[in-house]
């Protein structure tokens, strides 16, 4: 059985700080792990992937994520945020089956 | 190129009603997917199409719901009869292969009302 959890529902930063956002994941094979965003009233977006290549995965926007087996995370981060992060964003997991399931959100909200 | 369509974008009807929505998936995508997404939630699967073939249906509440994607191309997810708790948004997403390397490209969604 496989599923992902997003330890935060809301994360709030001010603009030009640091983003963390949380995700945990469980896994009985060898997991392909993404990263999507949505805006209001836009449709998912793909930040980035890890598909069993480099821990450290770079993506769009100046994202990146860092897998890390021993501790079944896979943690989203960007080192200054812009106004326009704010969204919600979602950790998905699909390891066997070629299911694919989605976290419940974590919304960032960005302060000027 | 065109990104993944959904039609309409919003819909509101009364319960017992029927709905259905469409979508046009981008072109030469094998796989196409169905997600419903509660307010405040993930999106989760109800429908998975490899070409016209339903490979992972498990989710699809089968006494209401019904899909199709007759010719591999577009497909239709119909409700019938809505109920209030269908109210959610409805999303349509498509990729190259069923494989998990592969990014899913997702529609805007239907947003439902059902009254």
């Known amino acids: 059985a496989q599923s992902v959890t997003q330890l935060d529902s809301h994360v709030s930063v001010s603009e030009g700080t640091p983003v963390l956002l949380r995700c945990n994941y469980s896994s009985s094979y060898s997991p392909s792990l993404f990263w999507y965003v949505q805006h209001p009233n836009k449709g998912l977006q793909l930040l980035l992937k890890y598909t069993s290549a480099a821990t450290l995965v770079k993506g769009i926007n100046g994202f990146e994520a860092e897998f890390k087996k021993s501790e079944t995370s896979f943690h989203l981060t960007k080192p200054s945020a812009h106004m326009s992060d704010a969204a919600e964003y979602f950790c998905v997991v699909n390891a066997g089956g070629f299911k694919t399931i989605f976290g419940a959100g974590t919304r960032l909200f960005v302060k000027a | 190129e065109a990104g993944v369509v959904q039609s309409p974008r919003y819909k509101i009807i009364e319960k017992k009603q029927p709905v259905a929505f469409w979508c046009n998936p981008i072109?030469?995508?094998?796989?196409l997917y169905w997600y419903l997404q509660n307010l405040g939630q993930g999106p989760e699967l109800l429908i998975r199409y490899e070409n016209e073939e339903a490979v992972d249906d498990s989710q699809l509440p089968k006494d209401r719901f019904s899909a199709e994607r007759l010719k591999g191309v577009d497909s239709t997810l119909k409700i019938q009869p809505a109920e209030l708790g269908d109210s959610a948004v409805y999303l349509c997403?498509?990729?190259?292969?069923?494989?998990?390397?592969?990014?899913?490209?997702f529609g805007p969604g239907t947003r439902l009302t059902v009254l």
């Open positions: 997403a498509s990729s190259l292969d069923r494989y998990a390397l592969n990014e899913q490209f």
């Open positions: 072109s030469g995508h094998n796989t």
